[in-house]
T-cell receptor
């Protein structure tokens, strides 16, 4: 079993839709949870950064962590064509511990 | 604030040749990482430096890959000799303390 599981997609939605991207993980030591966005031929860009369980909202983006079920979600409201990218979940134990990346979910928002 | 700089952006070599990549982290970031990202996969950590010391190189294929970070700033990653399976994007990232990592745009390596 991989430490972090993420549906690779691709996920195709119409503009304005609500998008839900999800990851599961197996390592109970993970305390910090990141979402990175990666455009084609670019490096990953930090989108959201949360600690422990709960929700965090930033504009159209909401990150949700449920440590009891080891489930991580990213919601995108009012999705835009510019949101078309690959989204990587990346949990970590924190400090200088290694970040473990999911395989990424490729999202396409159709105008 | 300038981001993580990497060069070259693209490199094409034949198998068994050698290649080197360069990374300049964000100013002041003591921690530097090299990742390998194969098409359709997430980044895989190859090596992590704290200043000029190695913190984690457990997934670095040491028979062919080497990395150094002289003076605790810039870093180079070398592959010698290259194999076909080394075709990937090589990403450099840096971080300040225990803050999230910031990535460069990577070097796309193709092995013929």
């Amino acid at each position: 079993q991989k430490e972090v599981e993420q549906d690779p997609g691709p996920l195709s939605v119409p503009e304005g839709a609500i998008v839900s991207l999800n990851c599961t993980y197996s390592n109970s030591a993970f305390q910090y949870f990141m979402w990175y966005r990666q455009y084609s031929r670019k490096g990953p860009e930090l989108l959201m950064y949360t600690y422990s369980s709960g929700n965090k909202e930033d504009g159209r983006f909401t990150a949700q962590v449920d440590k009891s079920s080891k489930y991580i979600s990213l919601f995108i409201r009012d999705s835009q064509p510019s949101d078309s990218a690959t989204y990587l979940c990346a949990p970590s134990g924190g400090g200088y511990q290694k970040v473990t990346f999911g395989t990424g979910t490729k999202l396409q928002v159709i105008p | 604030e300038a981001g993580v700089a990497q060069s070259p952006r693209y490199k094409i070599i034949e198998k068994r040749q050698s290649v080197a990549f360069w990374c300049n982290p964000i100013s002041g970031h003591a921690t530097l990482y090299w990742y390998q990202q194969i098409l359709g996969q997430g980044p895989k950590l190859l090596i992590q430096f704290q200043n000029n010391g190695v913190v984690d190189d457990s997934q670095l294929p040491k028979d062919r890959f080497s990395a150094e970070r002289l003076k605790g700033v810039d870093s180079t990653l070398k592959i010698q000799p290259a194999k076909l399976e080394d075709s990937a994007v090589y990403l450099c990232a840096s971080s300040l303390g225990n803050q999230p990592q910031h990535f460069g745009d990577g070097t796309r390596l193709s092995i013929l």
